[in-house]
């Protein structure tokens, strides 16, 4: 497709400080959030228990915030620099997520100088330190490959493209914990697959091509874990490589081909047709968005375009197409239209998921070795739900003590849909061996791969319940365990 060309510094002219000062228009800083969410957390523990259901139960009621604040795997994304030119520092990561509220930054790694050879291990080991250091700063990526910035597209030719897939599998699949999802890339200008000397230049795309730009993607597929998804540019692409059926409710997060084929956007309403994202709307608009309900679906905006780029039709495609990121830093003219049109706080709110829980009733006591009902309700206010996988436990901790017990609870938060509420219904077995006592519960969505950390932990969008500390959301309740 189409777009105007990029600026060479990067999008410069819009600060960081600047922008996310905007972003969390309404909100205090990250830290302040924490410490508030302590002060309050007595306080509302007491003002929320609505009484009893029965001598054996109590019911709890969840008062919701407003607060903009840093979740895993969604949200504003930063994009500063080249990936394989400037090593990313762990401390100004951090420093996004603790003071911006962004945990997704992007990493795209020209392969320039390998058009026409195998990747250098230096260029391999800055890979690698660059997800190190997106790790430790406990942050993820959103990972793209490409050949060349300039639309003469001069990028390599298909063999050379899959024997380069072949040198990146073992980092990708290492790194996995840290890839929040991978671009397909590697095709033309950007990565972005129109201005191409390899695959069908500016359009002009043969059945050949086709099948060679499709040999890129299923490989790309096959070296990541099935954990992970692959997006493509436009629409066209997976209507034209995979087929025209949007993926049905039935096969999501199957680990199948069209179960892991995302979407992304990077000329998001730039045009009537954002720079031929779409080439029939009509079609494609009712298929985008009844596939990203369970795929991701991400970009980035690159121009004015009024009225389109205003609040409301904004607004409006972010919901119809289940927007999970956004580019902080491109396009900075549109962002702040955004800020200045009112729905700024709106959108940094809502990109991705957006948990908050409504009531829950539990038990007073439990028998060790007996089963410890967990009903609450919570509601998906955001654009999307998470489409990695995601866990979700009960966490049993000794008010005395403060020994932790967290036990599977069954349920997938990438079901709660966008906009619905869902009821959470479930029994879990309390070991044994859990010492007699009073207990505080607690809710916990980890991510299964980096599960003893907490910032990579869902913060519920609650007053008085996130722990930062430990990435349990409290419920607000006791119970006595004999």
Not at 19 to 24: D, I, V
Not at 209 to 237: E, F, I
Not at 321 to 337: A, C, K, Q, R
Not at 407 to 428: F, M
Request: proline share 6%; charged share 20%; with cysteine.
């Amino acid at each position: 497709m189409k777009r105007p060309a990029r600026r060479p510094s990067l999008r410069a002219g819009l600060t960081a400080t600047a922008l996310m000062g905007a972003l969390l228009v309404g909100a205090s800083p990250v830290s302040a959030q924490v410490a508030e969410a302590g002060r309050s957390a007595e306080t509302a523990r007491s003002a929320q228990v609505a009484g009893t259901a029965g001598a054996s139960a109590a019911s709890v009621t969840y008062p919701r915030t407003t607060d903009s604040f840093a979740n895993p795997e969604r949200g504003f994304y930063r994009h500063t620099s080249r990936c394989d030119q400037s090593d990313f520092d762990a401390a100004t990561l951090r420093g996004y997520r603790v003071n911006e509220g962004v945990s997704l930054v992007m990493c795209v790694f020209y392969l320039e100088e390998f058009k026409n050879s195998a990747i250098s291990q230096t260029a391999l080991n800055r890979l690698q330190r660059q997800f190190d250091a997106v790790r430790q700063a406990g942050l993820k990526t959103i990972v793209r490959f490409a050949y060349t910035e300039s639309a003469d597209g001069v990028d390599a030719p298909k063999d050379r493209v899959l024997a380069h897939l072949d040198q990146l599998g073992p980092y990708l699949r290492a790194n996995s914990d840290v890839i929040n999802v991978v671009q397909a890339g590697f095709v033309g200008a950007w990565g972005e697959g129109y201005y191409t000397k390899n695959f069908g230049d500016a359009g002009k795309v043969t059945t050949a091509d086709w099948a060679n730009r499709k040999a890129v993607v299923d490989k790309t597929l096959g070296v990541l874990p099935s954990t992970r998804m692959v997006q493509l540019r436009t629409p066209k692409y997976k209507r034209t490589m995979y087929g025209t059926t949007a993926l049905p409710a039935g096969q999501a997060y199957n680990g199948s081909t069209n179960a892991r084929l995302g979407h992304h956007n990077d000329c998001f309403l730039a045009s009537a047709d954002d720079y031929g994202t779409y080439e029939n709307p009509a079609v494609e608009y009712p298929y985008l968005s009844s596939e990203t309900s369970y795929l991701a679906m991400g970009g980035e905006t690159c121009g004015v375009n009024a009225p389109r780029t205003s609040c409301p039709t904004t607004l409006s495609e972010l919901r119809m197409f289940h927007w999970s990121y956004l580019n902080t830093d491109y396009e900075p003219n549109v962002i702040n239209g955004w800020r200045s049109g009112g729905c700024l706080p709106e959108i940094t709110r809502n990109l991705g998921y957006r948990f908050a829980l409504q009531s829950g009733t539990y038990p007073s006591s439990v028998s060790r070795g007996g089963s410890l009902s967990v009903n609450f309700t919570v509601k998906n206010e955001g654009f999307a739900a998470p489409f990695n996988p995601r866990g979700l436990e009960v966490v049993l901790r000794n008010t005395s003590t403060s020994q932790v017990y967290r036990l599977p609870l069954a349920g997938d938060p990438r079901t709660w849909a966008p906009g619905t509420t869902t009821t959470v219904d479930r029994g879990v077995t309390v070991p044994s061996d859990v010492p007699a006592g009073t207990y505080s519960l607690l809710l916990n969505l980890p991510d299964p791969q980096l599960s003893q950390r907490p910032e990579y932990s869902v913060r519920l969008a609650n007053q008085g319940t996130w722990e930062a500390a430990t990435g349990y959301n409290d419920l607000l309740h006791t119970v006595t365990v004999s």
